[in-house]
């Protein structure tokens, strides 16, 4: 049987969430709803997986859908102090630049952004 998501439930998630990006300098969201698996996600997750192996202080993750299917594969990137950036039509091509540039040295890849938020991560 499956408990029910309750408010306590839910903010327990969200402390948690919190808790899991301190250790992290970036953080690195594929969105894999069904549009971005059907676009190419699955295989821009595993290269920026395959890219952060290496960097203990680069977490990255995925979620759902972020909300424009025909811009997919889209990823957010954050990095602590920094208003996050959202990436659309990534390929894993593209992967190596992103993560190079804003991942690795903060710098936006402009030509691959649709938008920037105007929150910080951390």
């Given amino acids: 049987m499956t408990e029910k998501l309750t408010m306590d439930g839910l903010a327990a998630l969200a402390r948690r969430s919190r808790e899991e990006r301190e250790g992290f300098r970036a953080r690195i969201t594929v969105h894999m709803g069904t549009c971005g698996l ?4 699955q295989a821009v997750f ?4 395959y890219e ?3 960097h203990a202080d680069i977490h990255v993750s995925a979620s759902g859908c972020a909300g424009m299917c025909s811009r997919e594969p889209m990823v957010t990137v954050e990095v602590k102090g920094f208003p996050r950036v959202i990436y659309c039509d990534i390929t894993p091509d593209k992967v ?3 993560f190079a540039s804003h991942g690795m040295e903060n710098r936006p890849v402009v030509e691959y ?3 920037q938020g105007l929150e910080s991560v951390h």
């Avoid at 059907?38 to 996600?41: L, P």
């Avoid at 595993?46 to 997986?49: I, P």
């Fill in 38 to 41: 059907s676009a190419g996600a």
């Fill in 96 to 98: 190596r630049k992103v």
């Fill in 52 to 54: 952060a192996k290496n």
């Fill in 46 to 49: 595993d290269a920026f997986a």
């Fill in 113 to 115: 952004a649709l938008a």
